[in-house]
């Protein structure tokens, strides 16, 4: 994040987060962290991802998740910070730093004893995150920056080392501009402000943001937009990065519990093919059983023997007999009848058994607002419930078949994803798959999806049907009611999409499989 646009940025900040109270703080991903604020607008969220790399700072109305415990530099920025109001900001912009002032009241330091000071948080870009208790006359003060003036600007680029406002992206952009137009690029910074500059390659997202316009010779055929919401252009390109490096973050982690799953289910499975080895083993005491059967009123039945040979008429040959020789011949011939007996009953569960695991998907994982009763595991292969579908803007999504898919469907999407359904009467569940917290969806994936949860509802051989979509995490169960019965706290939209029969097969991912 450039200095120039980390001073636009925190220059809209001080109006929103004055006064704001911190409710949260959480760091789902190492050298990522985000401050949620209860602002005048509502709740707000500071993100920073920090580092020698891709550093970018900010403000989202859309939540993050948390991910896993928090880690002990958060735990001790909640102990003091948590709760409290911002009582001011103070940005060094060239330094890619924010200050966050907080109330001060009675507050233990780190090697001192109880004393009035006042919590500062330092948002660094390149470095992190620091907790301070300064006294007043300690506190941060403002940058004392100089411009270069106008007759040394071209001798300044070339000792851009003294020249902190000369900041890489900038210097590149000032030798490709003439004398009089890197004059007034300098002066339109240094008085601030002003719209904001994305490219983009085709219909491809924006990926880089500037404070300024790019001359020809680096914007190269990229496609210029211009932004007048500085906050709101900032948050999208910051949700690209620093929401879909979490996103990262948790496919990894599933990876690498898919692996582990895949690992314990092989050894299961040799487990199961010994015993099975077993069992089969103890079955064969059967034939034993049935031959001194057949020969034991020959014998005398209370008789204790060690091993006994007897001839086998089906197979025309000589059958060595180990016994139990603290057992009577009648004893062991129920032994052996007992044991062909357990064998069978074990080979049967273990039949069931292998077959579960041999067919059983890596347990899906669930929304934290529709938990189970039961592990996904435990149940029937959700896989056979839903349909996958890849938009043609490449979203993917899915479908309930029945009312367990439609729960499936639920319960597999995260909180952040879009569900809708057909209103004012039954139909399919449809979720759209989103990559991050607030990610823009084209209408034209939105029209599929609805006319998907069209096609599987009471309103399929209409011409149009209304279509209701909320994010996951506002769909709640409704207690006692019948299956796929939801009670929705908050719809983003409600939309006429036209019905088209045909969509199902066009998007379907097991077609184009």
Known sequence: MDAHLFRRLTDELPGLLKQARLEKIQSPVQEIFSFVFYTRLGKRQLCLRYGRQHAFLFLSSHPLSAGSAPPANVMRLRKYLQGRRVRNLLSQPFQRRLWLLFEADHVVGEETAEQTKIPCLLLDLREGVFLHFLEPEALPVEEDVEWPRAENLFEAIDAWRDWPVLTPTLRKTLVQLD?????????????????????????????????????????????????????????????????????????????????????????????????????????????????????????????????????????????????????????????????????????????????????????LETNATDQPKAPLSKQQNVGQAIQEFRSSDGFLMFRGKNARGNLACRRIAKNHDIWLHVLNGPGAHVVIRLQWPGQEVPERTLREAGQLAANKSWQQHADTAAVQYAEIRHIKAMKGAAAGTVKIDKVLLTREVPVDATVDERLSLTRQA
């Open 179 to 363: 004398p009089s137009e890197a004059l007034a690029l300098m002066h339109d910074l240094r008085l601030g402000g002003g719209d904001l500059f994305t490219y983009r390659h085709g219909d491809m997202a924006p990926q880089t943001l500037f404070a300024w316009p790019l001359p020809p010779a680096l914007a190269k055929d990229s496609i210029e937009e211009v932004h007048a919401d500085a906050l709101g252009i900032i948050e999208q390109l910051g949700q690209r990065l620093v929401y879909a490096e979490i996103v990262r973050k948790e496919e990894r982690e599933q990876e690498q519990k898919e692996r582990q799953y895949k690992k314990k289910r092989a050894k299961l499975l040799q487990k199961l093919k010994e015993e099975e080895e077993r069992l089969s083993k103890m079955c064969e005491a059967q034939q034993q059983a049935m031959l001194l059967k057949n020969a034991i009123w020959q014998l005398d039945k209370k008789a204790k023997m060690r091993e006994l040979v007897l001839f086998d008429e089906s197979q025309q040959r000589d059958v060595h007999l180990v016994l139990d020789e603290r057992y009577t011949l009648q004893e062991n011939m129920e032994r052996l009848f007992h044991t062909a007996q357990r064998g069978k009953r074990g080979l049967i569960f273990l039949k069931e058994r292998k077959d579960r695991l041999e067919h059983e998907d890596f347990p």
